[in-house]
C-alpha cells in the first residue's frame, strides 16, 4: 500500500554485500532524489544516505546508493551484526508536494 | 532535537492533537520546514503534512480534509490537529525537520504512539 515498493525482507551473511530496491514512478524517484532512512526496533527512523550517494557524519561508505529511472537500490557491503535493522526509501513526489516512502525492508544478518 | 507530545488516546470521532516542541533551534528559522509523519503496521511510513515557519502549509490529499498543522512561535513549537479520529489513525505519530528544497528529513522525534478507540 505505500507508494514506493520495497521487498519486505532481505538477508545476508557478515562480510557479505547486500542489496535492497525501492521502486517509484515518474513523478517522484524520476524526477527527485532518493533517501534512504534506517530504523531500528522502537526508534524513530535516521537518516542514512540522502542526494547524491551524500552521508551524514557518521554513517559509514559500506552504504551506498544509486538510482535509473523510476528505481532506486540501497548496497551495504561488509555486512555486519549492526546492521540487522529496518530500511526505508524515500523521495519527493511532485503530484503530492509532499515525502512517499516505500514500506521498508528488514534486513536480516544470518 | 525535536519531541512529540500529546494524549496517547483519543475516542472515535474526536480531535487528535500532538505538539512537536523544537529544542536547540528556532522553528521561525527560514531555512526549515516542519512535517508530520506516522507510522502504522498497516500502511507504514504516511507523511501527514508539512508547516513552513511563515505558515504556508502543504497536506497529503487524503487526510487534506481533516488535518492542519500550525507553527506558535511563542513556544517554539508546532502542532497538528487531525479531526474525526478514526481507528485507521492509530499509528506512531512523529514530528520531522525538512532542509528548506530539500526531501531529507534530516531530524526526527522519537515518536509518540496514539490510539483510537472508544
Known amino acids: 500500500q505505500s507508494v514506493l515498493t520495497q521487498p519486505p525482507s532481505a538477508s545476508g551473511a557478515p562480510g557479505q554485500r547486500v542489496t535492497i530496491s525501492c521502486s517509484g514512478t515518474?513523478?517522484?524517484?524520476?524526477?527527485?532524489?532518493v533517501n534512504w532512512y534506517q530504523q531500528f526496533p522502537g526508534m524513530a527512523p535516521k537518516l542514512l544516505l540522502y542526494?547524491?550517494?551524500q552521508r551524514p557524519s557518521g554513517v559509514p561508505d559500506r552504504f551506498s546508493g544509486s538510482r535509473s529511472g523510476t528505481s532506486a537500490s540501497l548496497a551495504i557491503s561488509g555486512l555486519q551484526s549492526d546492521d540487522e535493522s529496518e530500511y526505508f526509501c524515500?523521495?519527493?513526489?511532485?503530484?503530492?508536494?509532499?515525502?512517499?516512502f516505500g514500506g521498508g525492508t528488514k534486513l536480516t544478518v544470518l | 532535537q525535536l519531541r512529540e507530545s500529546g494524549p496517547g488516546l483519543v475516542k472515535p470521532s474526536e480531535t487528535l492533537p500532538l505538539t512537536c516542541t523544537v529544542s536547540?533551534?528556532?522553528?521561525?528559522?527560514?531555512?526549515?520546514?516542519w512535517a508530520w509523519i506516522r507510522q502504522s503496521p498497516g500502511k507504514g511510513l504516511e507523511w501527514i503534512g508539512t508547516?513552513?515557519?511563515?505558515?504556508?502549509?502543504y497536506y497529503n490529499p487524503s487526510l487534506k480534509s481533516r488535518v492542519n498543522i500550525f507553527v506558535d512561535t511563542s513556544t517554539n513549537q508546532f502542532s497538528l490537529r487531525l479531526t474525526s479520529a478514526t481507528a485507521a489513525d492509530t499509528a506512531l505519530y512523529y514530528c520531522?525537520?525538512?532542509?528548506?528544497?530539500?526531501?531529507?528529513?534530516?531530524?526526527w522525534g522519537q515518536g509518540t504512539l496514539v490510539t483510537v478507540s472508544s
Open positions: 536547540g533551534g528556532s522553528v521561525s528559522r527560514t531555512d526549515s520546514l
Open positions: 515518474g513523478s517522484n524517484i524520476g524526477s527527485n532524489f
Open positions: 520531522a525537520r525538512l532542509p528548506e528544497a530539500s526531501s531529507v528529513l534530516d531530524s
Open positions: 508547516v513552513y515557519s511563515g505558515g504556508r502549509t
Open positions: 542526494g547524491i550517494n
Open positions: 524515500s523521495a519527493w513526489d511532485d503530484n503530492l508536494d509532499g515525502p512517499v
